[in-house]
């Protein structure tokens, strides 16, 4: 049975890609192309991420999941035009189980040394 989540674990998450961002974009590659990386089964891990990696399909509750925070992103992303994130994508309404799903982007390696952090925003940006 799923476990019951109170308002407090919602929240509205950022992601920061830091150096990260330019390598997504010469590479014509995305966050939500990240997360898949960052999922593979075992025998197919990625040690250092270099983005022309050919990707095998995720679970399919994990593929769900991912989707809905992508909509979720692209409405916020569209909802706040004017406000310039290149390096953040900012995720609303993120519960644990999204979190989690996020939190393994961490463990990915880059050739820069680049990081990604994931973090609660203080308050709906």
Sequence with gaps: APVPQGPNDIQTVGVFLEEIAYFLDDMERDIWWLLHAAHQP?????QIVKG??????????LEALI?????????????????????IVIIPAVNQQERAVLNVLRNLKFHCNGKIEI???MKDA
């Design 52 to 61: 022309d990696e050919e990707l095998q399909p995720v679970d399919p509750n």
């Design 119 to 121: 973090f609660k925003m």
């Design 67 to 87: 989707s809905k925070m992508h909509e979720r992103a692209e409405v916020h992303a569209e909802d706040h035009a004017n406000q310039v994130r290149a390096k």
């Design 42 to 46: 075992a025998q197919c891990a990625i």
